[in-house]
């Protein structure tokens, strides 16, 4: 019956779930109209029991019908169990495990409790590690490669000087989850150490739920048992005080022990205001890295990597338009290529620009922010170091009226505005000004490779 309510266990909350959670139930005795199921912490009890206690009650019920109930007790069921669970949970096998009589069962090992236990992932404690997110399908480029290699030396090194904590920091969808789950990946691949992962919310939440079954010791004595703890996105803690203080002590509990802090978040910790001071300094006394927003260059590899992972065929035009379109973070792109790739597989169509155009068209229509007039002008101004005034000034020396022109071109290529209406924005000149630039430019480009780049480089940034 067991085994049966384990494969449908494991079907309807997924392999990930049930290996962290339920692979660790044990049977015991049923008595009258009630079974008894074993976990080894109190912990994993109370958590199974508030999760999936209804669903394992009706499981059970539509197995036995003469079943209505299931108890959940802590125990440790058989030695090797015992072995694979880390905590010092008590054996307090209640009075129904003596079999009273003959007619009781003895406890059965569940089949699948026989398998090795993930051992170095915490995941009683935490948050299972994502597979997905390794070093090996981490694209590192320049915005991020200083932060990847602070994480590969935490993940070789653990808890080495000047790498505790490791603080990394940067926007949305950068990669800060992605090499937290990188370094946990690897330790657990070198079978060193005992890793624990989890949100700050996740943190908050263990922590106040511990609060309430009175079991705030063993979630303490939980997180300082592990070697490497990692906290992702601590910017949720700022205003929930007694977190952020249940934090600061577990911090320096695990510091104070030499163990591994790695934290992210999406400020800096001197910029983290809302955090206490102590924890701020305290956060910013180990390696801070920052992971910068993405290049052109990086979306380009990154779009690369997924494409050629997928298997999929994607030409690099389309590459290069989405990497031109989407420049908001990694996740935005990595979901419009998702998408792409699924239209191509489940159509069977190649993949082509046109097709992008369609299957994306609302991500690109968000995306497509119009470029203004006066945009353009402040960015060309600033590239070539003159007053943004003087965009409409009197001026001709050369290295004013040059830029003026630049800004005009690109106003004509990548605004609908009409001639006349540029040259209004441009201290009210003529369009046959306007005219006179746009060939000047295009003239000047093709003579001069230097010139051309720096207009193309202005029109990339003004169109992502
Ligand atoms: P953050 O935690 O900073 O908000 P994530 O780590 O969740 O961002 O990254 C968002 C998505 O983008 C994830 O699917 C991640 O795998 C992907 N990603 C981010 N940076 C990279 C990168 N440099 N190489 C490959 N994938 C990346
Ligand atoms: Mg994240």
Redesign the pocket.
């Given at each position: 019956h067991w085994s049966r309510i384990c494969e449908r266990l494991k079907a309807e909350v997924g392999e990930v779930e049930y290996r962290t959670w339920l692979r660790q139930i044990t049977v015991g005795p049923v008595e009258e109209d009630e079974i008894t199921l074993y976990l080894p912490t109190r912990f994993l009890r109370d958590w199974v029991r508030g999760q999936y206690g209804d669903r394992l009650g009706t499981l059970w019920n539509a197995e036995v019908p003469a079943i209505r109930r299931v108890e959940l007790q802590v125990a440790r069921p058989t030695a090797d169990a015992a072995q694979a669970a880390p905590e010092e949970a008590p054996a307090t096998p209640s009075a129904r495990t003596a079999p009273s009589g003959k007619s009781a069962p003895r406890p059965a090992v569940a089949p699948v409790a026989e398998e090795p236990r993930p051992a170095e992932v915490r995941t009683d404690l935490a948050a299972p590690l994502d597979q997905?997110?390794t070093f090996d399908?981490?694209?590192?480029g320049k915005p991020?490669e200083f932060a990847y290699a602070c994480a590969r030396r935490v993940a070789e090194q653990p808890s080495s000087p000047g790498f505790n904590p490791l603080f990394l920091y940067?926007g949305?969808?950068?990669?800060?989850?992605?090499l937290m789950h990188s370094i946990g990946a690897e330790l657990v691949r070198e079978g060193r150490v005992s890793v624990a992962y989890m949100s700050a919310e996740k943190f908050m939440y263990r922590f106040i739920a511990a609060i309430r079954s009175q079991s705030t010791m063993e979630f303490k004595e939980q997180l300082r048992s592990v070697d490497v703890l990692m906290i992702d996105d601590l910017q949720f803690l700022i205003g929930k005080d007694n977190t952020q203080e249940e934090f600061f002590h577990t911090f320096n509990a695990l510091v104070d022990a030499g163990r591994q802090i790695v934290v992210?978040a999406d400020k800096s910790p001197s910029d983290l205001s809302g955090l206490e001071d102590r924890l701020r300094t305290r956060l910013g006394c180990g390696m801070v890295a920052d992971?910068h927003a993405t290049t052109f260059e990086l979306r380009i590899s990154?779009l690369e990597?997924k494409a050629t992972a997928s298997g999929v065929v994607v030409p690099a035009k389309v590459l290069e338009f989405l990497a031109h379109k989407i420049t908001s973070n990694?996740?935005e792109l990595?979901g419009a290529l998702n998408r792409l790739i699924a239209h191509a597989n489940l159509f069977g169509r190649p993949v082509t620009l046109e097709a992008t155009q369609d299957v994306l068209h609302d991500i690109l229509k968000a995306h497509d922010r119009r470029v203004t007039i006066e945009e353009i002008q402040r960015k060309v101004a600033e590239h070539w170091n003159i007053r943004l005034t003087d965009m409409s000034s009197a001026r001709r020396a050369r290295a004013v009226a040059r830029p003026r022109q630049v800004a005009m071109y690109l106003a004509k290529q990548l605004t609908s505005r009409s001639l006349p209406e540029i040259g209004r924005k441009f201290g009210n000149r003529d369009h046959t000004t306007v005219i006179h630039a746009v060939s000047r430019v295009t003239g000047l480009m093709a003579e001069d490779p230097a010139f051309a780049e720096d207009v193309e480089l202005l029109r990339r940034m003004l169109e992502s």
């Open positions: 997905r997110f399908t981490f694209v590192v991020n940067g949305v969808g950068l990669g800060k989850t992605h992210s992971i990154i990597a990694v996740r990595e």
